[in-house]
């Protein structure tokens, strides 16, 4: 199956600080999700992002499918970052796709 | 709003009894998955839907078992639950369409088995 690994496993930021958190896999894909679960175990999607670039408010997305990575950038950090944040990636078929899922990339964010 | 619930959300079990997560979603989507989270494991698809009387086998069905009988439902059931089995599990759906798989969690349900 594909293989998925991020890094780093841990990050420690203070407040106000950028970061990229990385997203290699071994195989081809064409469904890739970013995902951030917070501190009470709430996993919310952030980026569906098979290729290309995407923005939300501080938070951005690039994939890269032909060298097989994706990378999340936070900036200007906030408490309320703090979590782990998962790649996801899977091949899309007719009918859906099973996502195979990185270890997670645990940030903290201190005031 | 559409969403995906899940129930239990916390549950004490006892080494061989049979135990049943519920997963309900209105979203209406074709897809639904179910995963379990382990420290040091990240998360693991046990079992998948693509639709009504559609079930198949993730990387760790061994001890689960799952039905569709309708879109909105996917009830995990652990035949004889096992320690190995404690673990926090999360329910999952997705349009499915060939477009798009963004996936959609349902807040999870944290099974000890003593």
């Known amino acids: 199956g594909i293989q998925v690994e991020q890094s780093p496993p841990d990050l420690i930021l203070q407040e106000g600080a950028n970061s990229t958190l990385r997203c290699n896999f071994s195989?081809?894909?064409?469904?890739l999700q970013w995902f951030h679960q917070n501190p009470w175990g709430q996993l919310i999607n952030l980026f569906y992002?098979?290729?290309g670039t995407k923005q939300n408010g501080r938070l951005s997305a690039t994939t890269v499918a032909t060298e097989r990575y994706s990378l999340l950038y936070i900036s200007s950090s906030q408490t309320t970052d703090s979590g782990v944040y998962f790649c996801a990636v899977g091949v899309l078929e007719t009918s859906g796709s099973r996502l195979t899922f990185g270890e997670g990339t645990q940030l903290t964010v201190n005031p | 709003d559409a969403e995906i619930t899940q129930s239990p959300r916390h549950k004490i079990t006892e080494t061989g009894r049979q135990v049943t997560l519920a997963c309900h979603q209105t979203?209406?989507?074709?897809?639904m998955f179910w995963y379990r989270q382990d420290l040091g494991h990240g998360l693991r698809l046990i079992h998948y839907?693509?639709?009504?009387?559609?079930?198949n086998k993730g990387e760790v069905s061994d001890g689960y078992s799952v039905s569709r009988s309708n879109t909105e439902d996917l009830p995990l059931t652990l035949e004889s639950a096992a320690s190995s089995q404690t673990s926090v599990y999360f329910c999952?759906?997705?349009?499915?369409?060939?477009?798009?798989?963004?996936?959609?969690f349902g807040e999870g349900s944290r099974l000890t088995v003593l």
């Open positions: 979203w209406n989507h074709n897809n």
């Open positions: 999952a759906s997705s349009t499915g369409t060939p477009s798009t798989g963004e996936l959609f």
């Open positions: 839907s693509y639709g009504v009387q559609d079930t």
């Open positions: 195989d081809s894909v064409n469904n």
């Open positions: 992002i098979p290729s």
